[in-house]
């Protein structure tokens, strides 16, 4: 199988510093543009798991950068150009430090609170009765605080205008935004026999303009459940057939890890690692409707290091 790209180091002219995440590699050039580097890791329960996955960055990066455009009628996004498969290059904003959370579904973390008694979500009023993964009346906004260590925290409305996180005037169209943003992955998703369950956006600014951040609509930030059978599965109390990367934080926990202290990352064999990429590949298949061309695996940091040059040269 081909090499993934787990690590990058470049130094592109004007680079004045390099972050890595825990999938990207984002490099900030003259404080004007960022050249984000979606790579092969792949991480779970926030843990860097030890082998990459191979075009699992191509995946992720293909489909956050059809869906920037098109959603760019919504709202203007960070998005300047993608110059290679594996590579977004756009506008350095000044990030808002909320994440924007909508659910359509009471699923994952906000079943969780509720399934512990919590019918408080965020500021949000959530009703009596409700069952795992039944649709919420209207999707429902439960944003985060941007952690810069450990874990996001659960945050209301009002405490984020309270507490001058965000003005009240930019807090209502965030808001708009988010549900414009998650109407059209709905429809989107509709059209290909999904449900857009649940997503995050991330929003920046610039001299006075809200941009759209990051990646949208990917396995990696949203949930989707299949339409087909979606019905008769929570009238049985079954669970949803899922397209995410939950097949992968199953795997992890049937073979003993959540990321917890002293608990090991299972060997991930080539047979593993090469199922994986496999899945990526019908992720993104199945939310485009598009069969997926591999890049060329030969050289592939010469590759990325050459596009995003060219690029570079482009926009000064």
Request: proline residues 5%; contains cysteine; glycine residues 8%.
């Amino acid at each position: 199988m081909t090499n993934a790209i787990v690590e990058t180091n470049f130094q592109f002219p004007g680079q004045k510093s390099h972050y890595v995440g825990k999938v990207r590699d984002v490099y900030n050039i003259d404080d004007k543009y960022l050249v984000m580097i979606v790579s092969d890791r792949i991480s779970a329960f926030d843990v860097v798991l030890p082998k990459g996955i191979p075009f699992k960055g191509q995946v992720l990066n293909q489909i956050a950068s059809r869906f920037l455009d098109a959603t760019a009628d919504i709202v203007p996004n960070w998005k300047v150009a993608t110059p290679d498969p594996m590579v977004t290059v756009g506008r350095r904003c000044e990030p808002y430090k909320v994440e924007m959370v909508i659910r359509g579904y009471l699923t994952g973390h906000a079943w969780r609170e509720y399934k512990a008694g919590k019918r408080m979500l965020c500021g949000v009023c959530l009703p009596d009765g409700m069952v795992e993964n039944q649709k919420f009346e209207q999707p429902i906004i439960t944003p985060t605080t941007k952690a810069s260590e450990g874990h996001d925290e659960d945050i209301s409305r009002e405490e984020i205008i309270s507490q001058g996180i965000v003005s009240e005037a930019d807090y209502i169209q965030l808001e708009q935004y988010t549900r414009a943003l998650f109407a059209r992955g709905t429809e989107m998703a509709e059209k290909m026999g999904l449900i857009l369950v649940d997503t995050k956006y991330e929003f920046g600014h610039i001299d006075g303009t809200i941009y759209l951040m990051d990646e949208i609509h990917t396995p990696d930030s949203s949930r989707y459940f299949y339409i087909d059978g979606y019905k008769e599965r929570l009238a049985n109390g079954e669970p949803q057939r899922q397209l995410s990367k939950e097949f992968v934080r199953q795997w992890l926990i049937e073979n003993g890890f959540q990321g917890k202290d002293g608990q090991k990352v299972p060997e991930m064999d080539e047979a593993r690692v090469n199922s994986i990429s496999e899945r990526y590949i019908e992720l993104y298949e199945r939310i485009t409707g598009e069969p997926f061309v591999k890049a060329d695996p030969a050289n592939v940091i010469g590759r990325i290091e050459q596009n995003v040059l060219n690029c570079l040269k482009s926009l000064h």
